[in-house]
């Protein structure tokens, strides 16, 4: 997870840029809101709460990675245009994070990722002061996160607060439904087969909450590089522990999880690959893998079903795409 020391004057620039686009533009603040997020996940919060008090747009799109994701002049005219922006925080948008806490200055920028109690954040040993941001891989968490949105929203527009309080009570009732759901089907996968093998560790969390065994080829920041010892690592731990199943994720390539797979038949242990899962974006936009709700539930069904436990090929809500 690099740092650049250069980014700084780099954000006051973009910051100072954004700030006169805005001032410029003369916007007038009027029902809906303009609400802006960085990721898929927490625009699709937004929605969820604000309904139709709310136009929400997301910078990042289906398979784009956020820990390398740079804005984009049309990002900056966004960001310039919004009532409310929303970033995850965490150091999950590590080229961003200068320019949002300089934007936050002079906007109203809020970080719902930080709302999540420290003493729930997973650390990592590789990254001295920083945590895990993947905390949408487990739904409870999540929830955290539905909630500082909602804040956020009311805070931006106080007239809206009953219709917030009550959508994110709604989406809340509706994730708790889901992690009953997967709290069922992930139980019946067997004990030795209890392990997650992925492109970088972003399931961290789903395996806290889950009773898995995380492994990630790269760290936590896809800016991590695999090196030939961590894919050797691996390959021992395949074909020690037998595992028959790993798999790759929408917004990171798959070369490495490839490497993975052609080390450990050189040593005898057949290895296929299990299927995609949603890592650090959602689906396409208009799908139900394009919802929080249908990521979390094509992820835990395909992971239960490829590491030999059952649950129905429809998923939660019998909504997910067939072969997905």
């Known amino acids: 997870m690099p740092f ?18 805005f001032v410029g533009a003369g916007v007038a603040h009027a029902k809906p809101l303009n609400v802006v ?8 919060a937004a929605r969820q709460v604000a309904g139709d008090r709310a136009e929400v747009t997301a910078l990042m799109g289906p398979g784009v990675d956020p820990h390398s994701y740079r804005q984009t002049r049309s990002d900056i005219a966004a960001l310039a245009r919004a009532d409310l922006v929303l970033w995850h925080g965490l150091y999950l948008e590590a080229q961003l994070e200068e320019f949002f806490l300089d934007l936050g200055k002079r906007r109203n920028v809020v970080a719902v990722g ?9 650390s990592h040993a590789d990254y001295e002061g920083r945590f895990d941001p993947h905390v949408w891989m487990d739904p409870k968490l999540w929830e955290t996160v539905v909630y500082a949105v909602r804040d956020a929203l009311i ?4 007239d809206g607060e009953a219709t917030y309080n009550a959508n994110a009570d709604a989406h809340v009732a509706e994730i708790e439904k889901l992690v009953d759901y997967m709290t069922s089907v992930t139980a019946t996968v067997p004990k030795q087969s209890r392990v997650l093998l992925t492109a970088h560790d972003a399931f961290s969390y789903f395996g806290r909450g889950y009773d898995f065994d995380v492994l990630g080829i790269q760290g936590i920041s896809t ?24 798999f790759v994720e929408s917004s990171v390539p ?4 490839r490497a993975l797979i052609e080390g450990a038949s050189a040593r005898g242990q057949d290895v296929t690959i299990g299927g995609t899962l949603y890592s650090d974006a959602m689906g396409e936009p208009g799908t139900y893998e394009g919802t929080y709700i249908g990521m979390i539930d094509h992820n835990a069904t395909l992971i239960t079903r490829a590491l030999g436990g059952d649950a129905p090929e429809g998923g939660f809500q019998g909504k997910l795409a067939a072969g997905s």
């Open 4 to 21: 650049f020391p250069t980014a700084r004057p780099i954000a006051r620039y973009l910051v100072a840029l954004a700030f006169a686009l």
């Open 37 to 44: 997020a960085t990721t898929s996940m927490i625009a699709d």
């Open 114 to 122: 930080e709302a999540v109690a420290r003493e729930k954040l997973l």
């Open 155 to 158: 805070k931006t527009d106080p």
């Open 223 to 246: 800016e991590s590089e695999a090196g030939l010892r961590r894919v050797e690592e691996l390959v021992d731990t395949i074909v020690e522990r037998k595992i028959s199943a790993v």
């Open 254 to 257: 798959e070369r490495n999880v």
